[in-house]
């Protein structure tokens, strides 16, 4: 009986130490892929959205109003009154980098809009010659 009970506990043991060696090594995997790995200097990027905001109390109303938020449609109109606005969304689009309470960023189309929109410097054309004094043109 003797021998069993000393196989039995040199059994646990190895059982346990086999068991703390997995944790350790799962451990250290997980920290050096969390230190090659680091996520933390990954872009940030958001998405900017545009409402024509109107009053859903009063329709005979026709006021409506621009407004532009990162909060989706839903969000945006349950946090501003779901019965009292009436939200359609416009347009969206995604901005790259954080807010950190600057402007957000222009829709894409703007730029393109606002390059359009330039007037054209006027074109130069070109001056005919003054006769001289005493000269006359043929044709």
């Known amino acids: ?4 009970i000393n196989w039995f506990f040199a059994v646990r043991s190895m059982r346990r ?7 350790f090594l799962v451990g250290m995997i997980s920290l050096l892929l969390s230190y090659f790995l680091d996520f933390s200097s990954a872009p940030a990027a958001y998405r900017v959205y545009q409402y024509v905001i109107r009053s859903a109390e009063n329709p005979a109303i ?3 109003y621009l407004d532009t938020s ?3 449609p839903l969000a945006y109109q349950t946090y501003h009154g779901s019965n009292l606005v009436e939200v359609e969304l416009l347009r969206s689009w995604p901005c790259g980098g954080d807010t950190s309470g600057r402007p957000y ?3 894409p189309g703007d730029q393109f809009l606002a390059a359009q929109e330039e007037p054209a410097p006027p074109a130069m054309a ?13 044709n």
Not at 1 to 4: A, E
Request: contains cysteine; aromatic residues 10%; proline residues 24%.
């Open 17 to 23: 130490i086999i068991y703390l060696s997995r944790i």
């Open 105 to 107: 960023c222009a829709a």
């Open 1 to 4: 009986m003797r021998p069993f």
């Open 62 to 64: 026709p006021l409506a």
């Open 70 to 72: 990162t909060l989706p």
């Open 126 to 138: 070109p001056v005919p010659p003054s006769p001289s004094p005493g000269s006359s043109y043929e």
